[in-house]
T-cell receptor, first 112, second 111 residues
Framework: GAGVSQSPSNKVTEKGKDVELRCDPISGHTALYWYRQRLGQGLEFLIYFQGNSAPDKSGLPSDRFSAERTGESVSTLTIQRTQQEDSAVYLC??????????FGAGTRLSVL | GEDVEQSLFLSVREGDSSVINCTYTDSSSTYLYWYKQEPGAGLQLLTYIFSNMDMKQDQRLTVLLNKKDKHLSLRIADTQTGDSAIYFCAESRNAGNMLTFGGGTRLMVKP
């Protein structure tokens, strides 16, 4: 596709449930990033994938958060046992190696 | 750790110039970026500057970098109502690295 695509655009879930968020990067982009944006705040880095290298997970806030990426394509961010403080917009970005990051529109997660 | 700071809010009249300021702490920052976020949308890259540059101009946008003071600014000339959005400053050590973002500056343009 032309840009980074994320789905769903909105997700409402109940506290304690698991959620999966999907990111389709720009075709050919080897790097993929997940960020979290809490209401009224800037973006916090979560995790970074680059090719077949081990991902940089240094930004994941707890072991309830995990992410996978298949090759250089789709990535899923999974949040287990969601808590209200997980409510945020989750943004995905992709880039060529050592190039500018391009962002998707994000998934707005609301945990009730 | 790294920190990026921005003022929360800026209000200008249509046709005036807007100046959005940003300070950062990481002296290893190599790339500095300005992103625009409109309501309900993702981040749109506006412009970026390498740390070995002092200024970059792109149409109505002018970026100034004072590396000594770790201060970055974005000037929007002839601001329009369509420029109303949240503007984020971000930095990275390399273009392929994670970005560290400021909290964003909400720009309101009054007609």
């Amino acid at each position: 596709g032309a840009g980074v695509s994320q789905s769903p655009s909105n997700k409402v879930t109940e506290k304690g449930k698991d959620v999966e968020l999907r990111c389709d990067p720009i075709s050919g982009h080897t790097a993929l990033y997940w960020y979290r944006q809490r209401l009224g705040q800037g973006l916090e880095f979560l995790i970074y994938f680059q090719g077949n290298s081990a991902p940089d997970k240094s930004g994941l806030p707890s072991d309830r958060f995990s992410a996978e990426r298949t090759g250089e394509s789709v990535s899923t961010l999974t949040i287990q046992r969601t808590q209200q403080e997980d409510s945020a917009v989750y943004l995905c970005a992709s880039s060529l190696v050592s190039e500018i990051q391009y962002f998707g529109a994000g998934t707005r997660l609301s945990v009730l | 750790g790294e920190d990026v700071e921005q003022s929360l809010f800026l209000s200008v009249r249509e046709g005036d110039s807007s100046v959005i300021n940003c300070t950062y702490t990481d002296s290893s920052s190599t790339y500095l970026y300005w992103y625009k976020q409109e309501p309900g949308a993702g981040l749109q890259l506006l412009t970026y500057i390498f740390s070995n540059m002092d200024m970059k101009q792109d149409q109505r946008l002018t970026v100034l970098l004072n590396k000594k003071d770790k201060h970055l600014s974005l000037r929007i000339a002839d601001t329009q109502t369509g420029d109303s959005a949240i503007y984020f400053c971000a930095e990275s050590r390399n273009a392929g690295n994670m970005l560290t973002f400021g909290g964003g500056t909400r720009l309101m343009v009054k007609p």
